[in-house]
């Protein structure tokens, strides 16, 4: 079903079975294959693919030349950048059907991934986690994080409006509060988990 204020380019292929929200636009060369679901307001570049099965949530911006394979979970918000490469099987060989040991790739609200990199199958990103362009996730990347590299480490912290934290990757002691100087959000780093400190009930944050 694909709802009538969606756009999909003449060159592009949305098969019967498939799902398309409100306000989508799907641009040159796209092929969704039945059966995938792709929310509100999204946007797919040149040359996307989006397999069967496959879940996007609402406001995913996937830029060009990006395929989505079976086994991958787009919630609301998230970014791919051009170019980047998820992955569903973790040991493939042409010879052997593997169609039944896909990994699930989950990518939680609001996370970004940069240009060229590549998602692991079997990875979730939490939630406004960011991947640097380049970088290679072979594991969990907790919400906030900022990855980069190959393989992908952990560097420091993202606001959620996409700025960078002055926090550490990890405190051993005592919290840290800390003020997203953009967007005025607060946090708080407790060990090695950055959360909200709206979600914490405390209002005191610096």
Same mark, same amino acid.
């Given at each position: 079903m694909i709802d009538s204020t969606a756009y999909i380019h003449p060159s592009s292929f949305v098969d019967d079975g498939a799902? +398309? &929200?409100a306000g989508t636009k799907i641009w040159h060369f796209c092929h969704v294959i039945s059966g995938a679901e792709i929310g509100e307001r999204c946007s797919l570049g040149q040359n996307v693919v989006v397999m069967g099965s496959v879940r996007i949530g609402d406001n995913v911006k996937i830029q060009n030349n990006v395929s989505v394979?079976? &086994?991958v979970v787009l919630e609301d918000? +998230?970014?791919?950048g051009p170019s980047m490469v998820f992955t569903n099987v973790i040991?493939?060989?042409s010879h052997v059907s593997r169609k039944h040991e896909y990994r699930q790739t989950r990518v939680r609200r609001g996370a970004s991934i940069g240009a060229n990199a590549t998602i692991v199958c079997g990875a979730t990103l939490g939630e406004y986690a960011f991947v640097g362009a380049g970088a290679v996730v072979s594991r969990d990347v907790p919400a906030y994080a900022l990855v980069v590299g190959v393989p992908a480490r952990q560097i420091g912290w993202m606001c959620q409006c996409g700025e960078r934290l002055p926090l550490p990757v990890a405190t051993p002691d005592a919290a840290v509060r800390s003020r997203c100087e #953009?967007? &005025?959000?607060r946090f708080l780093l407790i060990g090695d988990e950055l959360r909200? #400190?709206?979600d914490q009930g405390d209002d005191a944050a610096a």
């Open positions: 799902k +398309v &929200g394979y079976e &086994g918000d +998230v970014f791919c040991n493939p060989r #953009a967007c &005025g959000t909200r #400190a709206e």
